[in-house]
């Protein structure tokens, strides 16, 4: 497992250049590009359970979502930071990826420091310290335990057609 | 303070999610009046194929689309969304549909009166936050949110802590509103609005509605989740000149004892010209420090300056002048109906005359993908609301940002420039 380091304000082009936003959507597509402008290493090199740990802002810029997809397809464990941009946090949910915001542990980090994550429990261990980060909110859980917002939504309107079908008690 | 005095986010929250009062930190589901989705549409439908096909689009009214970020197509790939995207608005007869070289899409959904004051509207692309201008409650969300909202119509919002602006004083040509924005994103920083809602106060009837739509379209850069204007004489001129009915119209604004996260004041009267320096919205810099740093490339235009106040602030500068040698001038009006203002007032002719370039209305270069994609070293001055590196389509490029004077300027000396020196 492999943590990825980057520093505060990495944006959504540097994530994924603007340049393919409309010519590249699916997972496959995206992967070979993720970072590209930031790190050239980083596409061919990331495995799955890896973690990106990061600074401020992370996210910040464009609404597009194949950040998100892109890490999530990769099997990126998680992305843990001292702040993430609004509308990237929002796009992460949705695709299932968790997030993490938490500066003291960014600040804990040092080069070979082993990271574990214990969401269900909300802790992060960096090297030999052990910080929590706070439990979402209900709203936000239901949709990352049904694996991101699309499913969860299918879920919704399969449990409407199962209202609809069911008779009437009257 | 009063228990029960809201900000404007809060208020708007509390009215669509059916509740008296609610407090920043809570969760409220809406239904936003619209759904504005662009060239993604087709990636966001592409999601949903066996869902539409069963379910259909929940409201044909709530979808706004807008073919214009990579229009008219650059290549066969965006030849083939864009005829996706008209299959699917014939197919669920979407009456809300802009086509090719109609403009930009948050340009159109104000000037074709699609956002109102008081509505709520999310869209697939960041600068939705642009309708705070007209005092609507506006924000970006991503794809996959479009998508599901296409089939329910609602989604959750978190109702955001507020951080007031009071302007004092008046901005004197050729100083712009892009340039306050740019000094007050300098000051809080490009997180420092971060899932907040920001309000305008104080002075702002001196500001016109093109000056309010490049603030509230830069709200995202600072990370607001929204921006916003009070509904005042000046949005009522504009939406008559429209000709948009706003009779079921409900403007909302804050309580005046709202409690607010914090508070800052920007004096007009003292904010000169800057530039943002590559490669971050917040470094912002007077021009005259930058001063003198060739440019290759002037872009004026895009959603956040292609408007006709933008152009001719920019014909103020160039009449009778040429563009320099060494650099190049592009010229992005944000909408057929700018272009077709600018033509019958002359402002075209005069920008033409002075060796610009006039694209078709839409994105055109902002994002990088044709009409104007930087080499590696050179420099481009650009009144687009961001610099990333890479956003011009090379990673190599630097990108300054400012207002549309001072990018004239820097097009007549093929330098950055004040445009006190040009005039």
């Known amino acids: 497992m492999k943590v990825w380091v980057y520093g505060d304000d990495v944006n959504t082009d540097s994530l994924f250049p603007g340049k393919y936003t409309y010519t590249c959507s699916t997972p496959e597509e995206i992967r070979p590009h993720l970072l590209e402008d930031l790190d050239p290493d980083f596409a061919r090199r990331v495995r799955p359970g890896d973690i990106i740990l990061a600074g401020r802002n992370f996210g910040c810029g464009s609404s597009r979502e194949q950040p998100a997809l892109g890490l999530k397809s990769a099997g990126l464990q998680a ?15 949705n695709q299932g990826l968790l997030l993490i915001e938490c500066p003291e542990a960014v600040g804990a980090y040092r080069e070979g420091d082993p990271v574990e994550i214990d969401p269900e429990k909300g802790k992060i261990r960096v090297g030999d310290r052990t910080f929590t980060f706070p439990e979402m909110p209900p709203e936000m859980m239901r949709i990352v335990r049904a694996g991101g917002l699309l499913p969860f939504t299918r879920e919704k309107l399969k449990a409407r057609d199962a209202d609809a079908l069911s008779p009437s008690i009257e | ?47 949903i194929e066996k869902e539409l096909d069963r379910y259909g689009v929940i409201n044909r009214d709530l979808p706004v689309i807008v073919l214009d970020h990579v229009t008219p197509a650059a290549a066969e790939e965006n030849a083939r969304q864009h005829q996706r995207i008209r299959e699917f608005v014939r197919r669920f007869q979407l009456p809300h549909f802009f086509d090719v070289g109609e403009g930009i899409c948050h340009q159109l959904v104000v000037e074709k009166g699609l956002a109102l004051p008081g509505q709520v509207i999310v869209g697939s692309d960041s600068h939705t936050c642009s309708y705070g ?12 949110e479009a998508a599901a909202l296409m089939l329910t119509g609602e989604t959750w919002l978190k109702v955001p802590e507020t951080i007031r602006i009071e302007l004092t004083g008046k901005l004197r040509f050729p100083v712009s509103a892009k340039d306050l924005i740019l000094q007050i994103i300098g000051e809080l920083g490009a997180d420092g609005a971060n899932y907040r809602s920001v309000e305008f106060h104080g002075r702002v009837g001196t500001l016109s509605m093109s000056d309010r739509f490049t603030m509230a379209n830069m709200g995202v850069e600072m990370g607001a989740k929204n921006a916003v204007f009070p509904f005042d004489e000046v949005t009522g001129q504009y939406f008559e000149s429209i000709g948009a009915g706003l009779e079921e119209n409900h403007p909302v604004w804050a309580d005046s004892n709202a409690e607010y996260e914090r508070t800052e004041t920007f004096d007009m009267d003292r904010c000169g010209l800057v530039v943002a320096l590559p490669h971050q919205v917040d470094r912002v810099q007077p021009v005259k420090e930058a001063a003198g740093t060739p440019v290759q490339q002037c872009l004026i ?9 933008d152009l001719q602030a920019a014909a103020r500068i160039l009449k009778g002048k040429k563009v320099a040698s060494t650099t190049r001038l592009l010229i992005l009006p944000a909408s057929r109906s700018v272009m077709r203002e600018a033509v019958r007032t002359g402002i075209a002719g005069i920008l033409l005359e002075a060796g610009a370039t006039i694209l078709p209305p839409g994105c055109g270069p902002c994002l990088g993908a044709h009409q104007g994609v930087l080499a590696p070293g050179e420099r481009c001055i650009s009144t687009a609301n961001r610099n990333f590196r890479g956003r011009m389509g090379c990673k190599e490029a630097f990108i300054y940002l400012a207002g549309p004077a001072t990018v004239a300027a820097s097009a007549v000396t093929g330098t950055i420039t004040d445009p006190g020196e040009v005039l």
């Open chain 2, 1 to 47: 303070m009063s228990g029960t005095s809201m900000t404007f986010a809060q208020k708007i929250l509390a009215r669509r999610s059916g509740k008296c009062f609610v407090r920043p930190g809570e969760i409220v589901m809406i239904g936003p009046d619209h759904l504005l989705t662009h060239d993604n549409t087709a990636a966001i439908i592409g999601k």
């Open chain 1, 79 to 93: 992305v843990v930071a001292a702040g993430f941009s609004r509308i990237f946090y929002r796009a992460a949910l």
């Open chain 2, 133 to 144: 201008a007209v005092n609507a409650f506006s924000t970006g969300i991503d794809r996959t």
């Open chain 2, 301 to 309: 235009g895009t959603c956040t300056n292609g408007r006709i106040e």
